[in-house]
């Protein structure tokens, strides 16, 4: 089964010192969310994930895990793209290509609610996040 990711693939945000880009996205949900559907567009997502991932790896290292529930349990706003990021998932893998400047290119596999779609986003950062 082909991911249709519609109108959602390709949107994309930036601000100060950040871009983030929806490189992939399943259907959405809302017509129903049969075990079949659900799992198929999963591993297509999953896939694209692994395929970029294991280039990204090659080419900077091992990724660092990164928990965004803090962000989203906070008490105060979470800054972009973290405030995107944590209503999506609840974590996302990191690179940092610029070392220790700050510089950092993220992962994340989410989605906002049952009936939204399964997204594959990228995230480019300059300023850190901890």
Known sequence: MAVD???WEGYRSS???YHVYVLKASQEFWDGRGEEVVEAAEEEIAAAYEALATVLTERWGRPEAVDLWP???SEAPAPEPMDQLC???DRMVVWRPGGA???WVAL???QADPEFPIQLLAAVGEAPFH
Do not use: I, T
């Open 71 to 73: 962000w989203l349990e």
């Open 101 to 103: 400047d700050g510089r």
């Open 108 to 110: 994340v596999v989410g």
């Open 5 to 7: 990711g519609g109108a």
């Open 87 to 89: 209503q999506l998932s």
């Open 15 to 17: 601000g100060q010192g």
